[in-house]
């Protein structure tokens, strides 16, 4: 939109720098002669003016457009990083935490054995879990 709207801003400019360096009101355009009267040239001056207008609204416009487009991605940006950086951190808490679970576990208490759940495929133990992801048994 803004590309359009420099075409439309430079096809008016050029119409009226067209009309200041004649000196007549005889105009030769693309190999055809114009000869323009005082209201056809009033006309001719206002088409050039709305065309002129019609190119800045569409420059503005796009230029507003694509600056909320800019302001909104870069909110976006920043609102997954600020999610990646919570995720990275309730990572490390699960870390620190299961890391202090194995330390607990280790500890020279004489260990009971798990019971163990069968599950059709395989036995699983109450106590194994998994952090990142849901059940083990995806395939069932």
């Known amino acids: ?10 096809l008016a400019v050029g119409a009226g720098v067209l009309v200041f360096t004649e000196e007549s ?8 002669t114009f000869e323009l009267n005082q209201v056809e040239m009033f006309l001719a001056g206002a088409v050039t003016a709305a065309v002129l207008l019609a190119g800045l609204w569409m420059m503005s416009s796009g230029a507003r457009r694509t600056a909320k ?3 909104s991605l870069r909110s976006q940006r920043a609102e997954a990083s600020s999610r990646v950086a919570r995720l990275e ?9 299961l890391e202090s679970e194995h330390a607990a576990k280790q500890a020279p208490v004489k260990p009971v054995p798990a019971q163990r759940e069968h599950t059709g495929r395989h036995t699983v ?12 048994d995806t395939r069932a």
């Open 1 to 10: 939109m803004i590309f359009l709207g420099l075409i439309l801003v430079l």
């Open 69 to 71: 487009q800019r302001r």
């Open 25 to 32: 009101s005889r105009y030769i355009l693309f190999g055809y």
């Open 125 to 136: 133990p109450d106590d194994d879990r998994l952090v990142a992801r849901g059940s083990e």
């Open 89 to 97: 951190e309730e990572k490390r808490e699960l870390e620190r935490r």
